[in-house]
């Protein structure tokens, strides 16, 4: 498999795994409707933590295979599937400020992801 493929599926693997931390925010939110320790709560708020658990293992595997820092900078999509669990989950409104602010923060991730391959040409 060339390096290609491999930091292919590396980024492929980082951005199912933001997905899957973005969710804990849902679950958060999904506890806070429910009564304090009642069993919706738990079952919300232990999703959640789980949920963290097994991203926290996941990243480690991925800053293993890619540089921190641009791992980092991907991290910022979870702002754009914030949006995306706001609809799905909770009817919240897409404005259009939302998506131009999603747009700028898309457009930066793929900016900086390119920026590094100008000097690997050099």
Not at 36 to 64: D, E, H, N, R, T
Not at 93 to 117: C, N, Q, R, W, Y
Request: with cysteine; hydrophobic share 55%.
């Amino acid at each position: 498999m060339g390096e290609k493929s491999k930091g292919a599926k590396t980024l492929l693997a980082l951005h199912l795994l933001l997905a899957l931390y973005s969710i804990s925010g849902v679950m958060s939110k999904l506890a806070a409707r429910h009564s304090f320790m009642s069993l919706p709560f738990v079952l919300c708020y232990g999703g959640s933590l789980v949920i963290l658990a097994v991203y926290a293992m996941g990243w480690q595997q991925i800053i293993k295979r890619m540089p921190l820092i641009a791992a980092y900078a991907n991290r910022a999509v979870t702002l754009v599937w914030g949006i995306v669990w706001g609809v799905l989950f909770f009817g919240e409104d897409v404005t259009p400020l939302k998506l131009l602010g999603a747009g700028i923060v898309l457009a930066g991730v793929v900016l900086f992801s390119h920026s590094g391959e100008e000097g690997d040409h050099e």
